[in-house]
């Protein structure tokens, strides 16, 4: 390639975003079109004698294409280790203990070093001493046998001899029913009930108040937030025993090990992102904190302080990107979990709440439904890369956006509706309001840019008694996790046949154009 026009084409090509996402020629179109020919020199002695080639001019055209898909690959594999990873892998005590645990056992956990969820199962098995094989999986690269144990693919999960099972509590539970080891559960029925209904606690409180402060934004969310965690956890001191150091006395129990993963996240996470304060001195918190830190099968699950520092950065910095970090473009909805009082994890670091109910994840968007709905069915769709306001989106974000919310806002308001797309004739939706706020003033609470798709269904009475404001909270309520179950089946199957309407009224080529980027280098998997 000698010729200076062809070098300065191939270099304004390679500096090109749009080459950035796939290789180019692999749409199957040329990339370039020099061809070698059979002329004066072919033999490569310049002596005038002409002479065949090995390959025809086709193919001479599939290798120049190669070589460059190659390059561009190469360039992309560098770029790769360049960027910043998480930890995937225990580091520290945990390393330690994952290391006696590596022989095959018959009793099997499954788990990935962030997850709080998994250090439970796994603190209840170092407590019991119970002989176990630990199974690292990357949540990035989940493999295929994990989701015959949990179909949703998340850990903690637990196989024993042919039998599986999920859920950190109940995992717990079945250790407790097993026998083996010093019980964790009291052993009379009352103190049983006891712990159990505390245990709930933690689990539809504390951990939600946890990840609503570490994922606040603004600070005063962020103090609102800190204020409501403090506020659950005094109401759990209020009926542990009186001098403790732990729930039921002496001894490290059940609801002891429900709340220690959390114990360690407040020091090593909330503490540096939120400026959690330490427990104040002699008090029955600090006591409480500081016996489950000193215990020998919490310190034995747990990694240094930079896995977790790691494993959190983008949750403390925008809950959006932890989302679309979570879920890539090709992730199948039928894997992607609820949101809500999850006991289950998924890569770095979500917390106790599941992130998201996906509707549809795309290379530049992804669309779920708000965890604080205004009415019934609303749904935010947000730009994959981090964008603080409408203006820092980018051409193909928006060309993206444009496709699909006219799309999603169908699927939301037949979802919402439990209406069926008809092909003999137009199917009216209903009435709902698109908005999309840009900063602080105007009630952007959190700064990545999304719209919201907010039904307005005026024949549900539950929706009539609530507010219609738009800009700024108005009267919200946590999503309910049963009918979120509901809504996303339905609107994951009207998303499914919005997309053949946009082919059978508008043709192949629509459908195409939607379901490619713009630029024609990289499609969109929806996940239907």
Known sequence: MNDPGLTQQFTTVRHNANYRL????????????????????????????????????????????????????????????????????????????????????????????????????????????ISYQYIEVDPYKKPDWLLEINPRGLVPALRHGDWTCYESTVLMEYLEDVGEGSPLLPRDAQGRAHSRLWTDHINRQ??????RYLQAQEPQKQMEAATELKGEIAKLIAVAHSSGPFFLGPYLSFVDIQLAPW???????????????????????????????????????TSTDELYMDSYERYAGCPFCAIADVYPPSTPASLVPSTALSQSC??????????????????HLIAFLDHAPISR???????????????????????????????????????????????????EVGDWNVVQNNGARAAQVVP?????????????????????????KGQREDLDEVDAEILITNMRTALEKEVERVRRNEGEGALRLLLNDEAGTQRERSSL
């Open 22 to 129: 796939d290789p180019p020629g692999s749409d199957g179109s040329r990339f370039y079109t020099i061809q070698r020919v059979n002329g004066n020199g072919a033999n490569g002695k310049t002596d005038g004698v002409t002479g065949a080639h090995k390959h025809s001019l086709e193919d001479s055209d599939k290798v120049k294409k190669n070589s460059i898909q190659r390059y561009f690959l190469k360039e992309e594999k560098v770029k790769k280790k360049s960027q910043k990873t998480y930890h995937k892998r225990a580091t520290g005590s945990a390393l330690a203990t994952v290391k006696k645990h590596v022989k095959d056992h018959d009793l099997k956990l499954i788990g990935s070093c962030f997850c709080p969820f998994v250090q439970r199962v796994w603190i209840s098995l170092e407590t019991k001493n």
């Open 206 to 211: 504390i951990v939600p108040a946890f990840y």
């Open 263 to 301: 114990v360690v996240r407040m020091r090593k996470v909330l503490k540096p992102y939120r400026g959690w304060p330490d427990p104040e001195p002699g008090s029955r918190w600090e006591s409480w904190v500081e016996a489950i830190e000193r215990d020998p099968s919490v310190k034995a699950t």
């Open 346 to 363: 998924d890569p770095p670091t979500r917390s106790g709440a599941r992130l998201a109910y996906m509707i549809l994840s795309t290379p």
């Open 377 to 427: 069915g609303h749904v935010l769709i947000a730009t994959r890369c981090h964008r603080d306001k409408l203006s820092d989106v980018s051409v193909q974000e928006g060309m993206a956006m444009g496709k699909w919310l006219s799309i999603v806002s169908r699927a939301v308001m037949m979802g919402a509706t439990g209406r069926q797309s008809d092909e003999a004739k137009e199917v």
């Open 448 to 472: 990545h840019v999304h719209f919201h798709i907010i039904p307005r269904i005026g024949d549900v009475p539950e929706v009539k008694a609530r507010s219609w404001t738009v800009f700024g």
